[in-house]
């Protein structure tokens, strides 16, 4: 079946610097690319999305790209802040699907003082 | 602003139990979905529903079934409740598959 992986699992990022994650997805008709994060205890947000149509998206310290030909897309963010800790996750919308999204295993975000 | 309402935040239960998770949406969406969220394994689809009445599996519907009366209810049944259905569990609702999801609060279930 249609997947997607996500790297790393854990990132620990002293406050000030960028984060990345990276994500890898199997369908190649895919062409939508969202992010969601869940702080502790806390339901799951949209922070940012990407449609194929368009290869980044910036919102203030948070962007997101996407390389379709290689097949994975990343989350970037800069000038970290403690409340940017949480788990992060990607995900792909299946082409066979009107409804669906393939996640990625989520990546936890550390940020050190 | 809370859209989507699950009906428990902590439920505890015991074996072989038949559970029921219930899950609201305001917002008029024609979709309703729930997950699972496991540690390292994010979030995995259980079932979900594109209309009323209707309702499709997801990738890890065994020992679960659902139901969908009403537009803005989803419910999740766990038919005989085991030890390997603890977790949390995570209802959303969308315009579609290809626009933001919105999750409720999320129920972690202990099954004892």
């Known amino acids: 079946g249609e997947n997607v992986e996500q790297h790393p699992s854990t990132l620990s990022v002293q406050e000030g610097d960028s984060a990345v994650i990276k994500c890898t997805y199997s369908d190649s008709a895919s062409n939508y690319f969202p992010w969601y994060k869940q702080e502790l205890g806390k339901r799951p947000q949209l922070i940012i999305d990407?449609?194929?149509n368009v290869g980044e998206k910036k919102d203030q310290r948070i962007a997101v790209t996407l390389n379709k030909t290689a097949k994975h897309f990343s989350l970037h963010i800069t000038e970290t802040q403690p409340e940017d800790s949480a788990v992060y996750f990607c995900a792909a919308d299946l082409m066979d699907s009107n409804y669906q999204l393939i996640w990625g295993a989520g990546t936890k975000l550390i940020i050190k003082p | 602003d809370v859209k989507v309402t699950q009906s428990s935040r902590y439920l505890v239960k015991r074996t072989g139990e038949k559970v029921f998770l219930e899950c609201v949406q305001d917002m008029d969406h024609e979709n309703m979905f729930w997950y699972r969220q496991d540690p390292g394994l994010g979030l995995r689809l259980i079932y979900f529903s594109y209309d009323v009445k209707m309702k499709e599996k997801g990738d890890i519907p065994e020992g679960y079934s659902v139901s969908r009366e009403k537009k803005e209810r989803f419910s999740l049944i766990l038919e005989s409740a085991s030890t390997n259905q603890t977790s949390m569990y995570l209802c959303?609702?969308?315009?579609?598959?290809?626009?933001?999801?919105?999750f409720g609060q999320g129920t972690r279930l202990t099954v004892v």
């Open positions: 990407i449609r194929s």
């Open positions: 959303a609702s969308s315009p579609g598959g290809k626009y933001e999801a919105f």
